[in-house]
């Protein structure tokens, strides 16, 4: 039973690890192409009136938000390279918490200035911004109270996010394509909630329960992985049928009519690099089933 144990162990930390480079990679390589889109987007816009300069303001602030989306990728290949070789990536984890949660606050700031009001879809996705930075600041505490009640502030964020997401296509704004992007993280809108609702509480019952010393802990995580898994494989998946959608109607269609070579060149690449999230998102998935059988092979030992 103690050789199945480390076996199943073996095998789930080199699948997570590989996910986790994939997912990275996922970020990294698409947000190139998402970078210079919204450069040659910045470039279309001209200081001419108000109107435009709040434009320019935000897709800075979109660009920005991006390289943060292409270094949270980076800390997500460091934390798999750690779980490879079986250490826990917590200080990892912590900045990049801390990086989403100014990619957010980024989104939803350049997101209000280009559209020049404060709508309440933008309110929640700024304030989701900033409950997610608290909430991995304070369950730092040591006290069980504060890590309680990061837990919830953490809940509170997850519900806003998939709240505001699920009501305003933010990342559409600055193309103005008319595609339904998936949420800020790549992934389906609500989902993307749940998986931050879901790592809260994982993250409370592993403060009860002695940092993670019972069985119980692998299936929240697993649920966690299998969540986030289905919701970036979906999102992804979505988003490239649309790219490449564009791609085929770009001769007759305003979208990308009439635009250069390279914009064209840089959607098929921006496609071609989600597939690598997709893969990302079939190997979580994939690592969120072993994780129910090392937890059932655990739980059935007790």
């Known amino acids: ?108 700031t350049g997101s209000a200035l280009i559209l020049q009001e404060t709508s309440w879809p933008i309110l929640l996705l700024i304030a989701s911004s900033i409950l997610v930075m608290a909430s991995a600041a304070v369950y730092m505490m040591p006290s069980f109270r504060l890590k309680f009640v990061a837990c919830l502030l953490g809940i509170l964020s997850g519900i806003f996010l998939a709240t505001a997401t699920s009501n305003s296509q933010i990342l559409d704004l600055a193309f103005n394509w008319n595609v339904p992007f998936p949420g800020p993280f790549m992934s389906m809108a609500i989902l993307e909630g749940l998986t931050i609702v879901l790592s809260s509480i994982t993250a409370l019952v592993y403060s009860v329960s002695g940092n993670g010393e019972k069985p119980v802990i692998p299936v929240f995580l697993s649920m966690v992985a299998l969540v986030y898994g289905i919701g970036i494989l979906v999102g992804s998946l979505v988003l490239s049928f649309n790219f490449l959608n564009l791609v085929w109607k770009a001769p007759w269609e305003l979208a990308l009519y009439g635009q250069p070579d390279w914009v064209l060149s840089t959607v098929v690449f921006w496609v071609a690099s989600l597939g690598i999230l997709e893969i990302g998102g079939i190997l979580l998935i994939l690592s969120a089933c072993m994780g129910f059988i090392f937890a059932t092979t655990h739980l059935s030992r007790l």
């Open 1 to 108: 039973m103690t050789e199945t144990k480390f076996m199943l162990e073996s095998i789930l930390r080199k699948i997570v690890s590989v996910a986790a480079l994939f997912i990275g990679l996922g970020y990294l390589l698409p947000n190139i192409a998402t970078v210079i889109m919204l450069n040659y987007s910045l470039s279309q816009h001209h200081i001419e009136s108000s109107e435009n300069v709040y434009m320019i303001s935000g897709i800075i602030l979109f660009i920005i938000a991006s390289i943060l989306l292409m270094a949270i990728g980076v800390f997500i290949i460091l934390g798999g390279l750690q779980c490879f070789f079986g250490n826990v990536p917590g200080k990892i984890m912590f900045l990049g918490i801390l990086l989403s949660s100014f990619y957010l606050l980024f989104l939803g």
